[in-house]
């Protein structure tokens, strides 16, 4: 299920706490990467908190790394 | 804000029994670990627990709260929850001949996140005094899935829960790798010669986030609980060489499943008497639930009370045993049974637990007077 980008769900979002989440990702202000899609920044995946995301159960996304794989479709 | 001036009033208690809270102040108080066998004297330790950043405290049968030891993470922690504040000093258990304390960590190493569990040492309990490394060097991240529970066997051994490290699930099935397993070991990290291999801790395999251990006295057998991804959350009995089948399944070789999941973390069998005895051999689960919930959830901020079938094949009965009514963060993480009752932890406790003040509390249930 696709996850709309609005400011409610932004407010969800978990990504900023994540371990794969990088400085420079939290400089260019990216998160919420099931909704909007891959980074495009080099970073190395370091565990993943998508399954825990309150976004995750209330969308029924299934799989992880949208940081790295793109949204959610 | 809590609307509740009295913090036992924001939990619902089963039918028979009262709570009554028994230390607060407590910096994220995670798990508990009693004293086997206690001296009566009003200040000798009772009981010890892990604050997840770093500190032990020791409570005196006075109920006086002091530090066992403290600075124990070689790192600056975040309070990110859910996230990579999810990790920490977490297991804890109490060696019942001598007293001394195994304790499970991470630790930074060359800009690497890994695991380790080591003993410590101290003449009255009161103060730790020396610390020896069991185990180290086990890959590890920060956000949970990291190195567990920590428990002693009837049979004297060490039985270390380690998580998958949750980049690279699959090394839950590398019987080389550490990760997703339950480790045995002697009491000084050597590697018992009945293990299945005799050149290796593994014990078991197969597990994801095994945050939780009870041992059963009715069949000398150790039960965990395992945290599922999107489902599955589980409760397992673990038996030398068996494969519990994670990445693949949760629901492999386990006794129980949450399809929904709920975040188990620490449990206990009712066996010493502590409630009346038709709830004998019964465990106790706590569910803590989404990571820093505020207020009441259908995810987890509860305890649960779980009858297993005597072959372990499945359940007999499932009742909320303690149930979380409040306004705050507060869920039930530690649990133990200890003098008159069950004690547990609340994590957060009441207010605001990311605000780096230490609220926690432990609260004790026993059955009403």
């Known amino acids: 299920m696709k996850v709309p980008d609005t400011k409610e769900n932004l407010m969800k979002c978990i990504c900023m706490n994540c371990p794969t989440h990088t400085q420079e990702m939290k400089d260019k202000m990216q998160g919420m990467f099931c909704s909007r899609g891959k980074s495009g920044l080099k970073f190395e995946r370091k565990g993943c908190l998508c399954g825990e995301c309150p976004l995750a159960s209330e969308y029924k996304l299934s799989g992880g790394y949208f940081c790295d794989m793109g949204a959610a479709e | ?36 066998n206690p001296s009566d004297k009003p200040t000798a330790p009772l009981l010890y627990l892990t604050e997840l950043y770093g500190q032990v405290k020791v409570i005196t049968n006075d109920w006086k709260v002091r530090t066992y030891v403290d600075n124990l ?62 185990i180290d060097g086990i890959h590890s991240v920060k956000a949970a899935h990291q190195v567990q529970a920590v428990s002693i066997g009837f049979d004297g051994k060490l039985y270390i829960n380690v998580g ?33 291999n005799l050149e290796s801790p593994v014990y078991a395999k197969g597990l994801r986030n095994p945050f939780g251990a009870a041992w059963r006295k009715s069949n000398k057998s150790l039960y965990i609980s395992d945290n599922g991804p999107e489902t599955d959350d589980r409760l397992a009995m673990i038996e030398p060489s068996k494969n519990y089948g994670w990445p693949k399944t949760m629901r492999m070789n386990s006794i ?27 465990l106790f689960v706590a569910l803590f639930g989404a990571a820093y ?3 009441r959830a259908i995810k987890g901020k509860k305890i649960v009370k ?16 303690i149930t979380y009514i409040g306004n705050g963060p507060a869920s039930p993480c530690g ?23 230490p609220v926690g509390n432990i609260y004790k249930v026993a059955t009403r007077e």
């Not at chain 2, 980049?167 to 590697?191: C, F, H, T, W, Y």
Request: aromatic share 12%; net charge negative; charged share 25%.
């Open chain 2, 1 to 36: 804000m809590n609307m509740y001036k009295n913090p036992v009033e924001s939990w619902w208690v089963f039918p028979g029994f009262e709570i009554n809270l028994m230390a607060t102040g407590l910096d994220l108080p995670v798990n508990l670990a009693f004293v086997p």
């Open chain 2, 73 to 134: 993470l070689n790192y600056e922690p975040d309070y990110r929850f859910p996230g990579t504040g999810e990790s920490g000093l977490t297991g804890i258990c109490v060696e019942p001949n001598t007293g001394d304390i195994f304790l499970s960590m991470i630790y930074e190493e060359n800009g690497e996140t890994k695991g380790k569990v080591v003993r410590t040492s101290s003449k009255d309990g009161l103060k730790m005094e020396s610390m020896e490394t069991v």
């Open chain 2, 164 to 196: 998958d490290g949750m980049i690279n699930p699959e090394v839950a099935q590398d019987d080389n790798d550490l990760r997703g397993k339950i480790l045995r070991m002697n009491l000084d990290g050597s590697i018992p010669e009945d293990n299945p």
């Open chain 2, 256 to 282: 129980f499943w949450w399809e929904f999941t709920q975040a188990p973390t620490a449990m206990a069998f009712m066996q010493d008497g502590q409630f009346p005895s038709e709830y004998n051999d019964e």
């Open chain 2, 293 to 295: 919930h505020i207020g």
């Open chain 2, 306 to 321: 779980i009858k297993i079938n005597e072959d372990d094949s499945g359940i007999k009965s499932y009742d909320e045993f």
């Open chain 2, 335 to 357: 649990l133990a049974f200890g003098p008159g009752g069950l004690y547990f932890t609340d994590l957060h406790g009441e207010k605001d637990g990311l605000a780096k003040v």
